[in-house]
């Protein structure tokens, strides 16, 4: 008996001091363990003659019990005291910077278009809009191209199948037809809210997307994006579009005034049609504009058609216009210096990450050009 207590005492005295979780469960094995010292007296019990067994076994038993019973008590804490230090050393440092994160970029053409968008609006413009799918009738008919005449053809304009009625849609070649739309006066409303429909004139609009022709070379893609301005107003002469043009084009590239010039041209709704150029040099690899002997085309232009207006129910012996079409990609190479104009709808995000801006940087109608 006296031999049980003091190998009680001592193991509970062990068990107390152990300070980590190895080294109480190796005292564990020692004691309890197949062959640890209470399981070896429990196995004692086995050889004894009935009397001795019932005098000693409910002691040993009682100690083994009391023996695991501080194991495991002591084993909480120690997991406790070890779950503790965890939490200690891995505390939260609030005041560490965050991990950088990736940033997206605001593509050229966009803050291009804003830019754009931001001038006209301060020039007094407003905003029209138009579908990517045109029919016959608003993207040729009623921009005075002869029917069946071979100028359909010069846009290399994607077609689709004829429908079940036999007509023909096609990817707008132009964003002319959003002129037609924001003059005609129709009884059948809009095919969607956000597209234009018949204004009272004077008109002063500007209409912003994407149109589609079949080319792709350095300087062309099957998809790209125009502006294009209509200004319809009584007594409207080539001055007041070339003031117009001149006052964006300075004011687009950051320039007190800028040289240009009209080409004479053909478009089928402008008569007389020019295209404007902008003075320029190339000399030293990069387009410098408003410097140097050289030109560069950059608006297609002219007066509306006196048949344009007819067909969009407008009197031309009463209301003059002009009309405008800048080319958006085009323009922001000139400012922005992209060689290729196929990289810019690559989407190679290493091509983006070099030429887009901070959504901070994007100007916005209201807050004009900054
Ligand atoms: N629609 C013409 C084009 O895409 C540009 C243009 C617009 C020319 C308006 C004159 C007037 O080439």
């Not at 005492?9 to 062959?35: P, Q, Y």
């Not at 399981?39 to 409910?58: F, H, Q, V």
């Not at 005291?81 to 970029?105: H, I, N, V, Y």
């Not at 966009?110 to 579908?131: K, Y």
Request: charge should be negative; aromatic fraction near 8%; hydrophobic fraction near 40%.
């Amino acid at each position: 008996m006296t031999d049980h207590t003091t190998l009680e005492t001592e193991l509970l005295a062990r068990i107390e001091a152990t300070g980590d979780l190895a080294t109480l469960d190796a005292l564990r094995v020692a004691a309890l363990g197949k062959s640890g010292t209470i399981s070896l007296l429990l196995k004692s019990l086995g050889s004894m003659s009935p009397d001795e067994r019932r005098a000693n076994g409910p002691g040993i038993n009682a100690l083994r019990d009391r023996v695991a019973a501080a194991i495991n008590a002591r084993k909480a804490v120690l997991e406790a005291a070890e779950l503790d230090a965890k939490l200690a050393a891995g505390r939260l440092d609030l005041s560490l910077p965050a991990p950088p994160r990736r940033k997206g970029a605001v593509h050229p053409t966009m803050q291009v278009m804003d830019e754009m968008i931001a001038i006209f609006a301060e020039l007094g413009f407003s905003l029209a809009e138009g579908p990517d799918i045109e029919d016959d009738f608003h993207n040729f008919t009623a921009l005075n191209f002869p029917p069946k005449h071979p100028a359909r053809e010069m846009h290399d304009t994607f077609f689709f199948h004829p429908g079940p009625d036999g007509e023909r849609k096609v990817l707008r070649t132009h964003t002319s037809p959003v002129q037609v739309r924001t003059m005609q006066r129709t009884n059948t409303p809009p095919p969607a809210p956000w597209i234009a429909s018949g204004q009272e004139p004077p008109i002063r609009i500007i209409s912003p997307g994407r149109t589609y022709r079949q080319d792709s070379d350095a300087t062309h893609t099957p998809m790209f994006h125009q502006i294009e301005g209509l200004v319809i107003d009584r007594n409207i002469h080539m001055g007041h579009l070339k003031w117009t043009l001149d006052t964006f084009i300075a004011r687009f590239f950051e320039l007190d005034s800028v040289v240009t010039r009209f080409r004479p041209h053909h478009f089928p709704f402008t008569e007389p049609s020019a295209e404007m150029d902008v003075q320029c040099d190339t000399s030293g690899g990069e387009v410098k504009i408003g410097q140097g002997s050289e030109w560069s085309e950059i608006v297609g232009c002219g007066m509306v058609h006196p048949n344009v207006l007819r067909n969009c129910g407008i009197d031309p012996d009463v209301w003059q216009g002009f009309a405008f079409g800048f080319g958006v990609d085009r323009l922001g190479r000139l400012k922005y210096g992209m060689p290729d104009l196929r990289d810019m709808f690559a989407s190679d995000v290493r091509w983006l990450a070099h030429y887009g801006f901070s959504a901070f940087s994007a100007p916005n109608p209201a807050s004009g050009l900054s």
